[in-house]
């Protein structure tokens, strides 16, 4: 089922982070119906710094063909602020597309940008982000290819321009509407009341950041149809190497930790390596 088909069922969707092509094999196991490609989660992993536009185009388009070659999940794909003005979207579009991208998310912050939950964002103007939004449907290939648009606004104009911009973004054509970091329980009942019968919402979850962190069914309650929790993954990884290193240097071997980790045939069972070697040599020299 494509993403737009699972997007028009009344029911919640949760697009979990991911960052490679293991992780996202790994939540495609778990039984999730669409990936969520987090910006920061590949600055956080990639580059070991934040989230402050240090990830470029190029490096995002070969994370996608990593994972679209490991997994066929629906991918919604984090474009930041499409890396420029209306051309870069145009080209940043295609590319993500060709790379295999169901989603591509775009945001009103200026460049350089920062995670939404970060402070002193700054944004452009409106009618510059429905410049790039139209850009954006302009390029895309196929309709099946949706289109996110993102505000940061809540955080720069206050609630009320935020929703205003989302209703320009959903009259320039956005697929998806994503108003970032809502400040409490309110604000977030007060995004589907105001938008629900626009466009499918998307809320974002993120642990210790500015939204109250709520349950996807409770979410799916209010009318959100896709939950993102685009950097668990990467909070969870990095306690636990923390734990792990500090163990090996404690300790001098791995034994202590031993309970918490896959051994060596484990993980190669878990990444199929068992079956990729009957598949090569399936290709081997053979009476014809």
């Known amino acids: 089922m494509s993403l737009k088909s699972r997007l028009a069922e009344d029911r919640v969707l949760v697009a979990p982070g991911v960052y490679d092509a293991l992780t996202a094999s790994l939540a495609t196991d778990a039984g999730f119906e669409a990936l969520y490609l987090s910006g920061a989660a590949i600055a956080y992993t990639?580059?070991?710094?934040?989230?402050?536009?240090?990830?470029?185009?190029?490096?995002?388009?070969?994370?996608?063909?990593?994972?679209?070659?490991?997994?066929?999940?629906?991918?919604?794909?984090?474009?930041?602020?499409?890396?420029?003005?209306?051309?870069?979207?145009?080209?940043?579009?295609?590319?993500?597309?060709?790379?295999?991208?169901?989603?591509?998310?775009?945001?009103d912050q200026s460049y350089p940008k920062r995670c939404g939950h970060l402070q002193d964002k700054t944004l452009i103007g409106q009618a510059e982000m429905v410049g790039k939004i139209r850009a954006a449907?302009?390029?895309?290939?196929?309709?099946?290819?949706?289109?996110v648009a993102r505000t940061d606004a809540v955080a720069v104009e206050g609630f009320e321009r935020a929703i205003e911009r989302a209703q320009a973004y959903a009259e320039a054509g956005a697929d998806v509407l994503f108003v970032e970091a809502p400040r409490s329980a309110n604000q977030l009942a007060a995004v589907t009341k105001a938008l629900g019968t626009t466009r499918p919402l998307l809320a974002n979850m993120v642990e210790g950041g500015d939204t109250p962190l709520a349950s996807a069914d409770d979410l799916g309650a209010l009318g959100f149809r896709l939950v993102i929790f685009p950097g668990g993954i990467v909070r969870a990884l990095a306690r636990t190497a923390q734990a792990y290193y500090g163990s090996l240097a404690k300790a001098g071997t791995n034994t202590p930790f031993a309970d918490r980790m896959f051994d060596f045939g484990e993980l190669n069972a878990l990444i199929g390596t068992p079956e990729m070697l009957a598949r090569g040599r399936a290709y081997e020299g053979s009476a014809q």
């Open 46 to 107: 990639r580059l070991g710094r934040p989230d402050i536009g240090l990830v470029s185009m190029s490096e995002v388009a070969e994370t996608v063909t990593l994972v679209r070659d490991r997994v066929a999940t629906p991918l919604v794909v984090d474009a930041d602020n499409g890396y420029g003005n209306a051309l870069n979207v145009e080209r940043t579009v295609r590319l993500f597309e060709r790379a295999g991208a169901s989603a591509i998310q775009l945001e």
């Open 137 to 147: 449907l302009d390029a895309r290939r196929s309709a099946e290819t949706l289109i």
